[in-house]
Structure formats: C-alpha cells, structure tokens
C-alpha cells in the first residue's frame, strides 16, 4: 500500500505557476496508476491528470492541457505537476490519488481510486 502525501500548493497571481509534488509515503508509485484531482467550493471532484500504471500512458482534462504537466521521478517515489498560467478557475484543493487495479481508460474516475492525499490548497488571485 501507498499513501500520497501533497506539498506545494498556495497563493499566486493570474498567470503565474505553481508545482505541486507527490510523494509515496510508504514504498513507491511502481505499479500504480497515480493522478491530480481538483475540488473548488460547491463543485464535485475532477480529474486533472494522470498516469497510467505501467506509466506509459498520460491523460490531461481539456481545462488543463497544455498548462499542466504530470511527470515521475526515476525512483517512481514521486509525481508532480507542474502548472503554468494559472488562472483563477484553478483555484482549488488539489488531491493526489493513487490505485493499482485501474485500467486506462478510467484514469478520470475519482471512484475509482483506493488511496488518497489530504490535499493541498491551490489560490489563483485575480
């Protein structure tokens, strides 16, 4: 088992960028499909991007691609997204989810994930 710990969330202006990381408290991301989801006040979970298991495969939400990019480290310890040109519709907690049985194709189901991240707090001031 994994547990995703966040880090690297906070406060920036329109236009600006941040990178959150992700990290395997417990062994590591081998094997896992790993990916970002987003919560604003009032709004459902929603997927932004992910790997798939054998990490071969990456999947972006449209609102994010080309400004969003996931990536993992060697030692697969690690996944981060780098987001640039923020804007203030990003503004959310940003979760890390990680699973070892989904399949590809359900990448974006949060329902679909067993383990969690607390979350980490993304603000795009406008």
């Known amino acids: 088992q994994v547990q995703p710990v966040e880090s690297g969330g906070g406060l920036t202006q329109i236009g600006g960028a941040l990178r959150l990381s992700c990290v395997a408290s417990?062994?590591?991301?081998?094997?896992?499909?790993v990916a970002w989801f987003r919560q604003a006040p009032g709004k459902e979970r929603e997927f932004g991007a992910g790997?798939?298991?054998?990490?071969?495969?990456?999947n972006y939400a449209d609102s994010v691609k080309g400004r969003f990019t996931i990536s993992r480290d060697n030692a697969q310890r690690a996944v981060s997204l780098q987001m640039n040109d923020l804007k203030p519709e990003d503004t959310a907690v940003y979760y890390c989810?990680?699973?070892?049985?989904?399949?590809?194709?359900?990448?974006?189901?949060?329902?679909?994930?067993?383990?969690w991240g607390q979350g980490t707090q993304v603000t795009v001031s406008s």
């Open positions: 989810a990680a699973d070892r049985t989904i399949i590809t194709s359900s990448l974006y189901d949060a329902s679909q994930y067993d383990y």
């Open positions: 417990e062994g590591t991301f081998r094997t896992y499909a």
């Open positions: 790997f798939s298991r054998t990490g071969g495969y990456r």
